[in-house]
């Protein structure tokens, strides 16, 4: 198991990367964005995936190709069971990566209406944060559990929030479910995955380690 985090950087623009050429094509059919920067993240998703595959696999991007859930959730199509998993928190990309469904979530620490969101989590959660001390933390630790959670079962947050506890045992396809948690006084990272080994953080630098090899 293997998860990269990258951030964008003010040097990295939509022309820098219109300038990539093989192997990091874009795969993903282009999806219209409200705002630049919301393509510029996805574009660059899409090429951490290939990155990701490669290095940790082997694989290379033209043995490979997308397919999408009826909820929109893309996979991947190979002779063999390869997953990933995707999340942006501007300037933010995490993306996870096993040969078992893995799901993950990252978000910035920032102040939010706690109280209003709180409310829809199970009782047991809702004391878990107001009793923590760290306010911030504690709830971004519950909403990233939950959030990698039904990433992994492929679901999205179409479930009911306080329909399942994340500090209870969790399981999906006969399989428990483990969190395994990566943070700093900037973001935090959940991964639910089916093992206890915890996965492997790489820290990825588009401009050093991908894009000026490629342009």
């Not at 990701?52 to 959730?73: A, D, M």
């Not at 990566?182 to 894009?211: E, Q």
Request: charged share 25%.
């Amino acid at each position: 198991m293997y998860i990269i985090i990258t951030s964008i950087e003010d040097s990295i623009t939509q022309d820098l990367l219109d300038l990539i050429t093989h192997p990091w094509k874009e795969k993903r059919t282009p999806i219209p964005y409200r705002f630049e920067s919301d393509a510029l993240m996805h574009k660059i998703g899409d090429i951490v995936v290939q990155y990701g595959l490669l290095k940790f696999f082997g694989v290379k991007p033209n043995q490979w190709e997308y397919i999408f859930s009826e909820l929109g959730k893309p996979h991947i199509v190979y002779d063999k069971e390869l997953f990933f998993n995707l999340s942006y928190a501007y300037p933010y990309i995490v993306c996870a990566f096993d040969k078992l469904p893995i799901g993950v979530d990252i978000e910035k620490k920032r102040v939010i209406d706690f109280d209003g969101i709180i409310s829809n989590f199970t009782i047991n959660e809702q004391y878990y944060i107001k009793e923590s001390g760290s306010l911030i933390s504690a709830f971004y630790d519950i909403w990233t559990r939950k959030e990698s959670y039904v990433k992994l079962m492929g679901v999205g947050l179409n479930e009911v929030l306080d329909s399942f506890d994340v500090l209870t045992p969790l399981s999906h396809e006969q399989n428990i479910c483990q969190f395994h948690k990566y943070s700093n006084k900037d973001f935090i990272i959940n991964a639910c995955t089916y093992k206890r080994a915890k996965p492997m953080l790489v820290k990825l630098n588009l401009l050093n380690d991908i894009l000026k090899h490629y342009i």
